[in-house]
């Protein structure tokens, strides 16, 4: 009697090997989010309770003048935007975290050396962009502004026209001082060399000029020269970190 030939086994499909690991990455990525999610919504409940103390230190360079609140919900909205976005600014470095472990089976040892201490150093200049935004920038700017006009008009502003003031200008002094580590990054990679920064120095002041001149709220010239001046000196220190970058490359 001759024995029945085995079972073929179903045809191999390649998109088979693909998409389970798809949706390995996938549910991952859902669960990492999640988490992030939910470490920033404990922070932002965390910092309703500093939310007051907050405000106070933002509307600090404004001394004598008075703020209003135009309709009945803006001073609890207010109140509630500033604890969601304080929130977000203790979740950050949770979230890059999450971010920087999902992908970072796909990156070489020096790709992952350069975002472990990237990340950290990058929220360390963001957080010194809004110290200097708010212990320097507005307290300069401030007696400026309110000296147009001064004869003319009584200085009295809204608390969530002065907040927007005040977080646009946090926004781009952080993005700013982001700028030695952008430099020293993009020579690290070899996509420039100092000679090169050097060479485009005059050129990147003028762009730096107008940048600024797009980005503050106002147009008086001493917050332009307040925001322009620190991106010049960030710069000149992006391309000094340059040079130690294109030596560890060699």
Do not use: C
Request: glycine share 4%; proline share 8%.
């Amino acid at each position: 009697m001759t024995a029945l030939p085995p079972p073929e086994a179903p045809p191999h499909s390649v998109s088979d090997d693909v998409a389970m690991p798809l949706l390995a990455h996938i549910r991952e990525l859902r669960q990492r989010l999640l988490r992030a999610a939910l470490f920033w919504l404990l922070a932002t409940l965390i910092a309703v309770v500093a939310s007051e103390w907050i405000i106070l230190w933002l509307v600090r360079p404004l001394q004598d003048i008075e703020l209003v609140a135009l309709s009945p919900t803006e001073a609890p909205v207010m109140y509630f935007q500033v604890a969601l976005v304080a929130g977000l600014a203790v979740a950050l470095p949770y979230i890059l975290y999450q971010i920087y472990a999902f992908i970072r089976p796909g990156l070489r040892p020096e790709e992952r050396k350069i975002f472990v201490w990237g990340i950290p150093l990058a929220l360390l200049l963001f957080l010194a962009g809004a110290l200097f935004t708010v212990e320097v920038l507005v307290g300069l700017s401030m007696p400026v502004l309110l000296s147009f006009l001064g004869d003319v008009v009584r200085p009295i502003y809204s608390l969530e026209n002065y907040l927007h003031f005040v977080s646009t200008l946090l926004v781009w002094m952080g993005l700013i001082f982001q700028t030695p580590l952008v430099v020293y990054a993009v020579a690290r990679i070899g996509w420039v060399t100092p000679a090169q920064l050097s060479k485009a120095r005059r050129p990147v002041w003028f762009l730096a000029a107008l940048a600024a001149a797009v980005v503050t709220p106002t147009t008086d010239p001493i917050t332009m020269l307040l925001v322009t001046a620190p991106f010049v000196v960030l710069y000149e220190i992006g391309v000094l970190l340059a040079r130690v970058a294109t030596r560890q490359r060699n």
